[in-house]
C-alpha cells in the first residue's frame, strides 16, 4: 500500500495462507475510484466444525470515488457441505451507491440449499428525507419464505410489515448452521400513530424447533400501542407444549389485558410435576414499571415465589429492581439496584438451600445450604464488586470419598471476571 495525492493505492497487495488468499489492487482518491479485492478459502471445514467441505469466494469493488463511493461485489459458495446437507452452489450479490451518503443499495440470492432453489431480492436506501428504507424483500429457499416493506422515518418511528412462513424449517438449517424444524406462519406489522409506536404480532404453527427447543401447537396475538413512550399490550401468547434442556412444560399461557392506565398480565405453565404462575401489570409513563405481585415456581414439595410484590422499572436504556425478594423454603435471596451504563446491583442471600435447584433442574442432587452477599458494579462488559460466600453442608450427588461427602465453603473478596470451584474424586 501507498500513498498517493487525496488517496492511496495498492500495488497487487497479497496475502496467501494454509487455506486462504486475498488479493488487493487498485487505487482511490476524492475524485476517482477502481480498487478491487478478492478473497478466496478453500476448505470452509477449517472455519467451522459443521461445515465438512466446500470453498468461498468474495469479489469486490470499490468505485465512483471516497468522496462517493460505490461498491458492487459477489459473495459465492461452492460444493458446499453443512450439516450433513449439500449447497452445491449460492451467490449472494451486492450493488451500494453512494455507501457513505445517500445509500442505494440492492442484494440478491441464487442458487440451490439441499436441491431446492434459493433466490431472494432486498433493497436498502437512505431517502433525502432521512430515516431509512427496507423494501422489496422477497427471500425464498425451499419452503420457506421472507417478504416485507419496513420504512423508518426521521423520528425512528416505522411503518409497514414483514412476514416469515414455511412448512419446512429445516430447509434453512445447512444455512444457520443449527437444526430447525417444523411449520410457522409469522407475521410483524408496524404503524406510526400521533407521533408513538404501534405493532402488532402474530404467529402459530402446529410444531416449531429451533435446536434442543420445541414448541407445539402455538399461537400468538399481541398488539402494542405507544410501544417506546407509553406501552399498551393486548393479546395472548399460548403454546399446547414447550420443550427445553430435556424438561417440557405444557398448556403455557400469557394474557395481557391492556388499557391507557396499566396492561395487566397472567403467566402460567404446568409439566412434570412443575408449576408456575404470575401476575402482574405494566404500568405506562415517564418511565414503565412492570409491577409483579406474584411470581411463583413450584415442583413436588418445593417452591420458590416472591416474597413480596415487586417493581421492575425500565428508563432511558436502564433497568431497576425494587423489592425484588424470593423466598425458598426458609431462605430467600433479595435484589436490587440499577443495571444500565453502570451496574450498581446489591445481592443478599439468606439461608438459601441448594435443593431449591431442583425445581429448575430435577434429579440435580445439591444439597447444602448458602449465605453471602454481593456489591456489583462496573460494566455488563467489564463487572466489579466485592462479595461475600459461605456454603454450609455442601453435598453433591457425586460418589467422593466420605470426609468429602459434606464440606463447607467459605469465599470473600473481589468479584472475579469467573469463578470456578470443584470436589475431590
Given at each position: 500500500m501507498r500513498r498517493i495525492p487525496n488517496g492511496f493505492a495498492f500495488d497487487d497487495l497479497r496475502v496467501d495462507g494454509a487455506h486462504l488468499d486475498a488479493r488487493i489492487d487498485g487505487r482511490a482518491t476524492q475524485s476517482a475510484a477502481d480498487l478491487g479485492l478478492s478473497v478466496t478459502i478453500d476448505e470452509l471445514r477449517r472455519v467451522d466444525e459443521r461445515v465438512s467441505s466446500g470453498r468461498a469466494a468474495v469479489t469486490a469493488r470499490l468505485s465512483g470515488s471516497l468522496e462517493r463511493p460505490d461498491v458492487t461485489g459477489t459473495a459465492t459458495l461452492t460444493d458446499v457441505r453443512a450439516l450433513s446437507r449439500a449447497i452445491p452452489r449460492l451467490v449472494i450479490g451486492l450493488d451500494a451507491k453512494d455507501v457513505t451518503g445517500a445509500l442505494d443499495a440492492s442484494l440478491t440470492l441464487d442458487g440451490q440449499v439441499s436441491g431446492k432453489p434459493a433466490t431472494g431480492t432486498l433493497h436498502l436506501a437512505k431517502p433525502p428525507e432521512g430515516g431509512w428504507l427496507l423494501d422489496r424483500l422477497d427471500v425464498d429457499i425451499g419452503s420457506v419464505a421472507l417478504d416485507g416493506n419496513i420504512r423508518l422515518g426521521p423520528d425512528l418511528l416505522a411503518q409497514g410489515e414483514i412476514s416469515l412462513s414455511g412448512s419446512n424449517f429445516d430447509d434453512l438449517s445447512p444455512l444457520v448452521l443449527t437444526k430447525l424444524d417444523g411449520a410457522l406462519d409469522a407475521r410483524i406489522s408496524l404503524t406510526a400513530r400521533n407521533g408513538g409506536q404501534d405493532a402488532t404480532v402474530t404467529a402459530n404453527g402446529s410444531r416449531f424447533a429451533?435446536?434442543?427447543?420445541?414448541?407445539?401447537?402455538?399461537?400468538?396475538?399481541?398488539?402494542?400501542?405507544?410501544?417506546?413512550?407509553?406501552?399498551?399490550?393486548?393479546?395472548?401468547?399460548?403454546?399446547?407444549?414447550?420443550?427445553?434442556?430435556?424438561?417440557?412444560?405444557?398448556?403455557?399461557?400469557?394474557?395481557?389485558?391492556?388499557?391507557?392506565?396499566?396492561?395487566?398480565?397472567?403467566?402460567?405453565?404446568?409439566?412434570?410435576?412443575?408449576?408456575?404462575?404470575?401476575?402482574?401489570?405494566?404500568?405506562?409513563?415517564?418511565?414503565?414499571?412492570?409491577?409483579?405481585?406474584?411470581?411463583?415456581?413450584?415442583?413436588?414439595?418445593?417452591?420458590?415465589?416472591?416474597?413480596?410484590?415487586?417493581?421492575?422499572?425500565?428508563?432511558?436504556?436502564?433497568?431497576?429492581?425494587?423489592?425484588?425478594?424470593?423466598?425458598?423454603?426458609?431462605?430467600?435471596?433479595?435484589?436490587?439496584?440499577?443495571?444500565?451504563?453502570?451496574?450498581?446491583?446489591?445481592?443478599?442471600?439468606?439461608?438459601?438451600?441448594?435443593?431449591?435447584?431442583?425445581?429448575?433442574?430435577?434429579?440435580?442432587?445439591?444439597?447444602?445450604?448458602?449465605?453471602?452477599?454481593?456489591?456489583?458494579?462496573?460494566?455488563?462488559?467489564?463487572?466489579?464488586?466485592?462479595?461475600?460466600?459461605?456454603?454450609?453442608?455442601?453435598?453433591?450427588?457425586?460418589?467422593?470419598?466420605?470426609?468429602?461427602?459434606?464440606?463447607?465453603?467459605?469465599?470473600?473478596?473481589?468479584?472475579?471476571?469467573?469463578?470456578?470451584?470443584?470436589?475431590?474424586?
Open positions: 429451533v435446536a434442543d427447543v420445541t414448541v407445539r401447537d402455538f399461537d400468538t396475538r399481541l398488539a402494542v400501542s405507544d410501544l417506546y413512550r407509553r406501552p399498551v399490550i393486548d393479546g395472548t401468547v399460548t403454546a399446547d407444549a414447550v420443550t427445553a434442556a430435556g424438561q417440557t412444560y405444557r398448556t403455557v399461557r400469557l394474557v395481557a389485558e391492556g388499557t391507557p392506565e396499566a396492561s395487566r398480565f397472567t403467566a402460567s405453565a404446568v409439566g412434570q410435576g412443575f408449576n408456575l404462575d404470575a401476575q402482574g401489570r405494566v404500568v405506562p409513563g415517564d418511565a414503565t414499571r412492570i409491577e409483579l405481585a406474584t411470581f411463583s415456581a413450584r415442583r413436588g414439595g418445593r417452591r420458590l415465589a416472591l416474597a413480596q410484590p415487586a417493581t421492575i422499572t425500565l428508563q432511558g436504556g436502564a433497568v431497576t429492581l425494587s423489592g425484588v425478594v424470593i423466598a425458598a423454603d426458609q431462605g430467600r435471596v433479595a435484589l436490587s439496584g440499577t443495571v444500565g451504563d453502570r451496574l450498581d446491583l446489591s445481592v443478599d442471600i439468606r439461608n438459601l438451600p441448594l435443593q431449591a435447584a431442583e425445581i429448575v433442574v430435577p434429579g440435580l442432587g445439591l444439597a447444602g445450604t448458602v449465605n453471602g452477599n454481593a456489591a456489583i458494579g462496573g460494566t455488563l462488559d467489564n463487572p466489579g464488586g466485592t462479595y461475600r460466600l459461605n456454603v454450609s453442608g455442601l453435598a453433591t450427588p457425586r460418589p467422593v470419598r466420605p470426609a468429602c461427602r459434606r464440606s463447607a465453603l467459605r469465599r470473600k473478596g473481589a468479584l472475579p471476571t469467573s469463578v470456578q470451584a470443584s470436589m475431590p474424586a
